[in-house]
Nanobody
Framework: QVQLVESGGGLVQAGGSLRLSCAAS???????MGWFRQAPGKEREFVAA????????YYGDSVKGRFTISRDNAKTTMYLQMNSLKPEDTAIYSC???????????????????WGQGTQVTVSS
């Protein structure tokens, strides 16, 4: 069984930075992993995904150029470095993992098998 635990959320001013972590227990080394977010009253949104090797990364259009996803398989931890934060980035951020090694549909939340509980990110203007 895989468990995912996020940390690193908080309150930051616009233009600031935060680094989220997702610690995984279980065999996630070969799993594709991703970050999603959900703001109040909005649907869950794809933020970023990373292949099992870390060699391929993908980003949602709204965060491209500002966020960076990475993973350390030795530590079974994934990260999301968020720079130049905007008030519209305010949301609950959740990490996810899927057993499917191919990257088909990486942006689609139903394709992920495991989810963390989420961490709140609030960006003030």
């Amino acid at each position: 069984q895989v468990q995912l635990v996020e940390s690193g959320g908080g309150l930051v001013q616009a233009g600031g930075s935060l680094r989220l972590s997702c610690a995984a227990s279980g065999r996630t080394v070969t799993y594709t992993m991703g970050w999603f977010r959900q703001a109040p009253g909005k649907e869950r949104e794809f933020v970023a995904a990373i292949s099992w090797s870390g060699g391929s990364t993908y980003y949602g259009d709204s965060v491209k150029g500002r966020f960076t996803i990475s993973r350390d398989n030795a530590k079974t931890t994934m990260y999301l470095q968020m720079n130049s934060l905007k008030p519209e980035d305010t949301a609950i951020y959740s990490c996810a993992a899927r057993k499917e090694r191919s990257l088909v549909g990486y942006w689609s939340s139903p394709t992920y098998d495991y989810w963390g509980q989420g961490t709140q990110v609030t960006v003030s203007s």
